[in-house]
Each structure stands twice: as C-alpha cells, then as structure tokens.
C-alpha cells in the first residue's frame, strides 16, 4: 500500500537503526575477542566503523530516496508539505553540506569521539568498562544518532524541485559517467571495509600465538596467521557481496544524462561460493608463503607490518568481487531506469537503450 513521505522516511530510519546496530554489535564482538588490546586499539576499531559507516550509509541514503520518488514510492500530504517548506526556508545550507557524505562522517565522528573520550575519563582505567563504553556507543547511540541523520536528510535526498532543494553533491555526466561513478563507489568500499579490517586485526598482535619471538615461520604463527586471514577473507567476502541496487538506481537517476554504454569493471564467472573456495585456497597460499618467507628472510620485520600484509590478498579478492556486484547492480537499475522514462522531466529525458 502506497504510504506518505513521513511515514516512508521513518521506515526507513527504523530499519535503518536496527541493521547498524546489528552490524555494529558484530564487529564489535570480533574486537573483542582480542585479548590484551589497548585503549587507542579500541579508539582506532570505534573511529574506522563509525567513517565507514556513516560515508556508506548517507552516501546509499542519497541513492535510495532518489529511487523512491522518481518511481513513486510514496505521496505528499498537507504535512509533507509543511515539512518541505520548512527545510526550503530554514535548513537548506545545513541539511544540504550534512547531504554529502564526508561532511555528515566527520561530524558524527567528532561527536562519538569528544563523548567517548569524556566516557573514558570517567569510567575506570580497566579495559572492561570503557569496552562497555565503546560497545554502548557504536552498537546504540551511533546507530541511533545516524538513523536521526538520515532521518533529518530525507527531504535533501528527495530533493523536490518546487521546493528548489535539490542541492545534491554533483554528480559526474557526460560519456563513462556510470564507469566513474562505479569506479568512486568501489574505492571507496574497499577504502572502508580495509581500514575496518585492519583496525579490528591490529590488536591480535597482543596474542601470544602472533609475537615475534616464535618466529613468523614458526607453526605456530603459520596456523594462527591461517585461520585469522581465512576469517577476515570469509567476512571481506561476504560484504563485497552487499547489493544496492536501489541506491544504483537512484545515482542513475540523478545523473539525468544517463549512460548505458559503459564498460563493466569486472565480471566473475561461476557459483559464488565455489570462487570462496578458490579465494580461500589463494588466501592459504599467501599466507603459508608469506610467513615461511619472512621466517627465512626478514625475522626482525614488525607484527604491524606483517599483519596487513596479511590483508593483501583479501582487499584484490574483495575489489574484484565488489567490483562485479556494482556492475551488476548498475545494470540491474539501468534496466529499472529504462522502465520508467516517463518519470524524468521532458526537458531533461534522453533516449534510453538497455545494454
């Protein structure tokens, strides 16, 4: 049943607090299983999850009710209106620089730091309880904070043009626009999903099974480095995998001069879990030789450096699954833009040819 804009938005802050806060609780929970981490690991876990989040959530807000309203979604009533007037005389400058997403990532940010570094002082110096903090933090507060933004960003995102607020971040036309576009969004997740990867493996170096005085070609350390790069290459993988296609949608839509001839980045061939398994054997690979030829070679090499050389092969492996799922994804929502042409304002409408 077709549902009001206010209604709609709040839906979606709704779903969108419970999914982060899962997320959030999940990594969480695998920071904590790191034994002797200190209190500028837990910094650095809390400040990675709480960028990458926000820059991917709010940039994938703009996408979807982008989405929503060119394909009718949900209807205006007198309250709507109301509210649309209001951000056009009042927040428009505001709403329109939180709309983008580096912006809105660092001032959620400063503000969970400033409160997690209040919380610090306070609580004891015990890792425990500031644990407590951080997990109170990004599994609550921040899910529920973010959500608010979102929340309070919808008519931005909407951007109604009566109302003159669509005051989006430009968005890259002309020829290989959708590649360029596609290129951005890539980086930029194997830029959030790394740095998360490295600010929850970084503390393992604490654990007696990864100092250096075993030897990093020692079988101890072999086993311990095999199973923590199968574990972050199983979870890189899976979050290669996130669709959004709706969020593609809604970028296709704002583009406005739509380009369908673009060349995909990547295609991967197969069932996806049968080239889990083969990244999974390249992952071992890497990893058993890696460590047996810092053992021979560079026994004095730093745990830090050891470990993210560790991450290599899973950010190839996650930028050339994530790479296939976007161009899939943008071809899936080229085909629901060409389905609904009408949608777009005549002066701005283009001819559009499915690939």
Known sequence: ??????????????????????????????????????????????????????????????????????????????????????????????????????????????????????????????SEPNLQAAVLFVAVLFPFALSLLVHFLSPVFVGWKDLDMRKMPPMPQGEGSVAKLMRKIAVADLLITMLINVALVMP????????????????????AALILAMIVGTLSLLSAWRTRVYACSGDLYRL?????????????????????????????????????????????????IVLVLLLLPVAIMFRVERNAVLTSNFRDASQLVAEFPARMPISERIDLVRP
């Not at 005085?213 to 079988?219: E, F």
């Open 1 to 126: 049943m077709l549902t009001s804009f206010g209604r709609y938005r709040l839906s979606y802050a709704v779903s969108l607090f419970l999914a982060i806060s899962i997320l959030g609780a999940l990594l969480m929970f695998g920071f904590a299983r790191n034994a002797g981490y200190t209190q500028t690991d837990l910094t650095f876990a809390m400040t990675m999850i709480i960028c990458g989040v926000t820059y991917a959530t709010v940039r994938d807000a703009a996408g979807a009710f982008a989405y929503a309203v060119e394909s009718s979604k949900f209807y205006r009533d007198e309250a709507d209106f109301a509210l649309l007037k209001s951000y056009a005389c009042g927040w428009r400058r505001v709403a329109a620089l939180l709309a983008r997403p580096m912006p809105s990532t660092l001032l959620i940010a400063a503000s969970f730091l400033g409160l997690q570094f209040l919380a610090t002082r306070r609580l004891a110096a015990a």
């Open 204 to 223: 393992v170096r604490h654990n007696p099974d990864f100092h250096p005085s075993l030897g990093y070609g020692s079988v101890e350390f072999v086993a």
């Open 256 to 304: 406005r001069a739509i380009d369908l001839t673009w060349t995909p980045l990547s295609q991967v061939t197969g069932n996806r879990w049968v080239r889990w398994v083969r990244y999974s054997l390249l992952i071992g690979g890497f990893t058993i030789v890696a460590c047996l030829l810092l053992g021979a070679l560079y026994e004095t090499a730093p745990i830090q």
